[in-house]
C-alpha cells in the first residue's frame, strides 16, 4: 500500500519530464509555460510538506494518508481530462498538494508499522519505487506517449490510486488523534510560502544562468527571510512549532540529516547532468539518454532489499560505508571518462552502475537510522523535517551543479570544442564527488560513540 502510495508519487515526479514538447504541441503553448506542469507541482509539494506532521498528529495518520492519495489522484484525474494549459497546471499543483503529504506520511507509517527491529528491510522494500522511479519514469512516459497518447501518463495513477485507498482503508489501523492539537498559524504563514519561494528562485538558476539575476535573487532572499523568520519563531515564540526545530538537539538525527544532505545534494545534482552528457556530447536522442542512465536504478533496486538485510542484522554502520565508497568510486569512474575523452559507453555505464549500487546502499538506511533515533510520538514531525532538508538538498544540488556547468561554458561569441564540453561536465562531475566524499565526515561523527550511548551515539 505504502509502497504503491509512494511509486505513484515518485513516478509522476519524473515521467512527465518527457510529455513537455508534447505539452508545447498540444495546447500551442511555450516551453516556459508548459514548465510550470513540473514547477506547479513541486512548489505545490514543498508548500504542504511542512503541514504533513501536524495534520498526522491532529486527525490521525491514517485518516490523512487516505486524504492524500485520494487528493493525489483526483489530481490523475483532472490532469488527464484538461482540455488547457491552464487546467493543467492547476490539476498538477492538486497532485502535489495530495504528494506532499504522501511522501511524509509513507516515512511515519513503514516506520511505527515496522517496529526497530525489521526497519531496515521494510524501508528497503519502501526504498524501491524511490531508485525505480526515476530511472525508468522518463522511459515509461516515453513509451505511453508514443503509443497512446500523453493523457495516459496520469491515467496509470488511477488504478493504482484506488487500490492503495482501498488497501489503506482494509490495512491501517486507526491511530490516535488529537484533536486538541494547536496550529501554528504563524509558522504556516511563513514556512509554507518561504520553502517554496527559496526552490523556485533555486530553480531558476539554471535557466537564468547566474546567481545575481533578479529572478533568482530575489525569491531566494524573499524565501531565506520567511524561512529565517520560521526559524527564530519555532525556537522561541511558539511552544507547537510547524515543525519541531528541537529535534535537532538530537546529535545522531542531525547527523544523520547532515550526511542525507550531502549526499543529495550530490547524486541529484549530478543525477540531472547525466541525461545531459549523453545528449550532448553522445548525440544521443533523449529516449537513448534515458535508457543509458537505467543501469544506475539497477544497481540501486539490487542493493536496496539486500542493505536493509544487512542492517536489521548487522547495524547500518558498514553498509553506508560500503554504499558512500561505491558512489565516490562510481562518480569518479564516469568523472574519469569524461575528463579524459572516453567517452566509451562500458566505462561510463560501469560507473553509473556503481553509483546505483552505492544508492541503494545509502539513501534508505541513512533515513532509517535518522527514524530510529526519534521517539513514536516524534516520528510524526521528524518525517517532516527530514522531507524538508531532502527537498532543499536537491534543490541546492541542481542549482549548484547548473551553475558550475554554466560557468564553465560561458564563452561569449566563441565555438564550444569538445574539449571545453568535456571540461565543463567533468568539473561539475568531480565537485559532486568531492562534496559525495564529505559525507563521510558525519558518518563518522554519528558513529564515534561517547561513554554510556546507544549506537548512534545518543543516550
Not at 490532469?79 to 511524509?104: E, S, W
Not at 560501469?350 to 546502499?361: A, D, H, P, W
Request: net charge positive; hydrophobic share 50%; with cysteine.
Amino acid at each position: 500500500m505504502c509502497v504503491a502510495g509512494s511509486f505513484m508519487n515518485l513516478l509522476d515526479t519524473t515521467v512527465v519530464t518527457v510529455a513537455l514538447r508534447t505539452f508545447v504541441a498540444t495546447f500551442d503553448s511555450t516551453q516556459a509555460v508548459v514548465a510550470w506542469t513540473i514547477t506547479g507541482y513541486t512548489l505545490a509539494l514543498a508548500a504542504v510538506i511542512p503541514l504533513s506532521g501536524w495534520a498526522a498528529d491532529r486527525f490521525g495518520t491514517r485518516r490523512v494518508f487516505i486524504g492524500s492519495v485520494v487528493t493525489f489522484t483526483l489530481g490523475s484525474l483532472l490532469c488527464a481530462i484538461a482540455p488547457d494549459i491552464t487546467m493543467l497546471i492547476a490539476a498538477r499543483v492538486v497532485q502535489g498538494i495530495g504528494g506532499g503529504m504522501l511522501t511524509t506520511l509513507t516515512l511515519t507509517i513503514v516506520n511505527r508499522e515496522a517496529g526497530p527491529r525489521r526497519v531496515g528491510r521494510v524501508m528497503a522494500v519502501l526504498g524501491i519505487p524511490v531508485v525505480l522511479a526515476p530511472a525508468f519514469g522518463p522511459v515509461l512516459g516515453g513509451w505511453l506517449i508514443d503509443s497512446y497518447s500523453w493523457q495516459w501518463i496520469f491515467w496509470i495513477n488511477l488504478p493504482v490510486g484506488v487500490a492503495a485507498i482501498a488497501l489503506a482503508a482494509i490495512v491501517l489501523p486507526h491511530d490516535d488523534s488529537a484533536p486538541s492539537e494547536p496550529f501554528d498559524a504563524i509558522g504556516m504563514l511563513l514556512l509554507s510560502p518561504g520553502l517554496p519561494i527559496l526552490l523556485y528562485g533555486m530553480s531558476e538558476i539554471p535557466s537564468r544562468g547566474s546567481v545575481t539575476d533578479s529572478h533568482v535573487g530575489i525569491p531566494v532572499a524573499i524565501g531565506m527571510a520567511l524561512i529565517v523568520g520560521f526559524v527564530f519563531h519555532a525556537l522561541y515564540r511558539s511552544g507547537k512549532p510547524l515543525i519541531d526545530l528541537r529535534l535537532l538537539t538530537n546529535r545522531a538525527f542531525t547527523l544523520t540529516n547532515a550526511a542525507m544532505f550531502l549526499y543529495i545534494v550530490s547524486t541529484f545534482g549530478a543525477g540531472v547532468l547525466f541525461p545531459s552528457y549523453f545528449q550532448q556530447l553522445l548525440n544521443q536522442t533523449p529516449l537513448q539518454a534515458g535508457m543509458s542512465v537505467v543501469p544506475r536504478g539497477i544497481g540501486a533496486a539490487i542493493t536496496v532489499p539486500l542493505a536493509g538485510t544487512v542492517m536489521d542484522r548487522r547495524g547500518a554502520r558498514g553498509v553506508l560505508v560500503l554504499g558512500v565508497t561505491l558512489i565516490v568510486a562510481g562518480m569518479g569512474v564516469f568523472a574519469y571518462g569524461v575528463a579524459s575523452q572516453r567517452e566509451s559507453l562500458p566505462m561510463l555505464l560501469t560507473g553509473l552502475t556503481m553509483v546505483g549500487l552505492g544508492m541503494g546502499s545509502t539513501r534508505m538506511p541513512l533515513v532509517a537510522v535518522a527514524m530510529q533515533t526519534l521517539a513514536p510520538h516524534q516520528m510524526a514531525r521528524g518525517s517532516t523535517l527530514i522531507k524538508v532538508n531532502q527537498q532543499v538538498a536537491a534543490a541546492v544540488g541542481t542549482a549548484l551543479m547548473s551553475v558550475i556547468l554554466t560557468s564553465r561554458l560561458d564563452r561569449p561569441d566563441q565555438h564550444l570544442s569538445q574539449n571545453d564540453l568535456s571540461y565543463a561536465y567533468s568539473a561539475a562531475f568531480l565537485v559532486a564527488v568531492a562534496l559525495v566524499s564529505l559525507t563521510f565526515l558525519p558518518l563518522a561523527f554519528l558513529y564515534k560513540k561517547p561513554s554510556g550511548t546507544g549506537e548512534y551515539g545518543t543516550t
